[in-house]
Nanobody, 117 residues
Framework: QVQVVESGGGLVQAGGSLRLSCAASGIMFRNYAMAWYRQAPGKQRELVADITSGGSTKYADSVKGRFIIYRDNAKNTVYLQMNSLKPEDTAVYYC???????????WGQGTQVTVSS
């Protein structure tokens, strides 16, 4: 059974930092691309960052230079380091095992990130 579990969300002031974690089990983690998405109230879910099995990364323009996605295959975990947070980063953040190009990704339950101004 595949499980994808996010953690690390919370409330932070603008300009602050948070690190999200996503632990995946039931898959050969090192062979999977992983991605972070987010969904703000009233908006569609959007890609935040993607990392391939080989470590290549892609970022949404809105987070380039502020967010970093990286993975630890020994821990079956992908991280999203979020710096210089802005109120517009407020959303539920979802982890996806399979990556942005997968037609059958596995999704986590999401973790809330709230950035106060």
């Amino acid at each position: 059974q595949v499980q994808v579990v996010e953690s690390g969300g919370g409330l932070v002031q603008a300009g602050g930092s948070l690190r999200l974690s996503c632990a995946a089990s039931g898959i050969m983690f090192r062979n999977y691309a992983m991605a972070w998405y987010r969904q703000a109230p009233g908006k569609q879910r959007e890609l935040v960052a993607d990392i391939t099995s080989g470590g290549s990364t892609k970022y949404a323009d809105s987070v380039k230079g502020r967010f970093i996605i990286y993975r630890d295959n020994a821990k079956n975990t992908v991280y999203l380091q979020m710096n210089s947070l802005k109120p517009e980063d407020t959303a539920v953040y979802y982890c996806n095992a399979g990556g942005m190009w997968s037609d059958r990704p596995y999704w986590g339950q999401g973790t809330q990130v709230t950035v106060s101004s």
